[in-house]
């Protein structure tokens, strides 16, 4: 099944959709170095060994109309800036805004699916308005905006279509899903948008979560399987949550088998292998260099070890301050490796990273874990599988 990836950064998203068997024909990105690092590591995104164009440029000066109804899926991460809860809150206001080239996207070429992520600030209530307006484009793309209608008075139109029971080319729908609930080794919470071309009459959900925190709390606490994995004795020193214990209890008693999911994956299971980079070996894959100068801001204390990482973030010029961070046994605190960062990110071991280590820092932290870019792929791959 052919597809198209916008907004591609260093890949997550589009890597993903290529394990779940699409191939792609294209791929848009504009900035320099993240087109050098999906140059460095094309193999894999050819899920079926064919080739692909990499358009490095502005994705709205990208010829779209060449691709018209020929293509299964378009993906792509339109920039989270306008709407992040660090950046500056501009939503549609913010000429970063690139949700109005994906519906111009859907509309010219007409793909049976799409799937496009965004950060949770989202959903915050001031965006509210703009997040239903751009949920009704994508799903009357043929209801254009007019040259010199305001983005409100298009709204206005798509309400009253919809009232008026005209049938959307797309069936919509979106969720916040968590990364660490799909075995990413990290809480990063991100909207979907999945969108299904309606004459297809695809009936289909967001995959269910496969792990959960329970579950890492019970192998921690109850079978103290963990630490047994890890080869830590020093668990006894830690206080297992009474709450989570009562719980347990309770479905024991009422004979229900408990946890019914896997553990929430764990920094440290995400490191197993790789050397402390202050002391590094030469068995470490690339990328795995130590930077210097990590230190603890308010509300920016780092990640420790056995518990996913806290979300990986991008700032203007890299690592924002105090982000990105490992909490050491010691409670001392260093900047994640690109390479650790790469697996907490779920990018394979043989990715290399172009650029220095600020840029690809900021590469890691805008783009989509690529375990999860799959989970979702592979399921909107699987409901058009029968739908050819």
């Avoid at 504009?30 to 692909?52: L, M, P, V």
């Avoid at 920039?79 to 109005?100: A, W």
């Amino acid at each position: 099944m052919s597809s198209i990836e916008l907004f591609a950064g260093a890949g997550g998203l589009a890597m993903g959709v290529a394990r779940a068997g699409f191939q792609h024909t294209a791929i848009v990105e504009w900035d320099h170095n993240a087109c050098q690092t999906i140059r460095a590591n094309k193999s894999h995104y050819d899920s079926h060994g064919e080739d692909f164009d990499l358009y490095e440029g502005d994705a709205r000066e990208f010829d779209l109309s060449r691709y018209k109804n020929n293509i299964e899926l378009i993906s792509g991460g339109p920039p989270c800036q306008p709407f992040s809860m660090g950046g500056k809150h501009k939503g549609n206001l913010d000429d970063r805004d690139m949700f109005p080239i994906a519906v111009r996207s859907i509309n010219e070429i007409l793909p049976k699916a799409f799937i496009f992520e965004n950060v949770k600030g989202l959903l915050r209530k001031s965006f509210s308005d703009y997040f239903n307006y751009t949920c009704l484009q994508l799903s009357y793309p043929n209801i254009t905006k007019k040259n010199i209608e305001t983005w409100e008075a298009h709204l206005s139109r798509l309400v009253q279509a919809k009232e008026k029971g005209v049938q959307p080319l797309y069936k919509v729908g979106f969720k916040l899903l968590n990364s660490a609930d799909y075995g990413v080794p990290q809480k990063r919470e991100r909207v979907f948008i999945v969108g299904f071309r309606s004459d297809l009459s695809v009936d289909w959900e967001f995959p269910r979560a496969t792990h959960s925190e329970d579950s890492l709390i019970y192998k921690k606490w109850v079978t103290g399987e963990y630490w047994k994995k890890h080869n830590i004795s020093k668990a006894a020193k830690y206080d297992p949550p009474k709450r989570f214990l009562n719980r347990i209890k309770s479905q024991k008693e009422r004979g229900m088998r408990y946890p019914n999911t896997l553990p929430w994956v764990t920094v440290r299971d995400a490191l197993s292998g790789l050397s402390d980079p202050e002391h590094p070996s030469l068995l470490d894959p690339q990328n795995h260099v130590y930077t210097p100068g990590a230190k603890i801001y308010k509300g920016h204390t780092g990640s420790p070890w056995d518990e996913p990482s806290k979300t990986l973030k991008a700032g203007a010029h890299g690592v924002p301050g105090g982000e990105n961070m490992l909490v050491r046994d010691d409670g001392s605190v260093r900047y994640f490796t690109v390479r650790e960062a790469a697996r907490l990110q779920t990018f394979p071991d043989d990715y290399f990273f172009h650029g220095a280590w600020s840029e690809t820092m900021r590469q890691l932290g805008n783009a989509v874990p690529v375990k999860l870019a799959e989970v979702v792929a592979s399921s909107v791959a699987e409901a058009l599988s029968g739908k050819a």
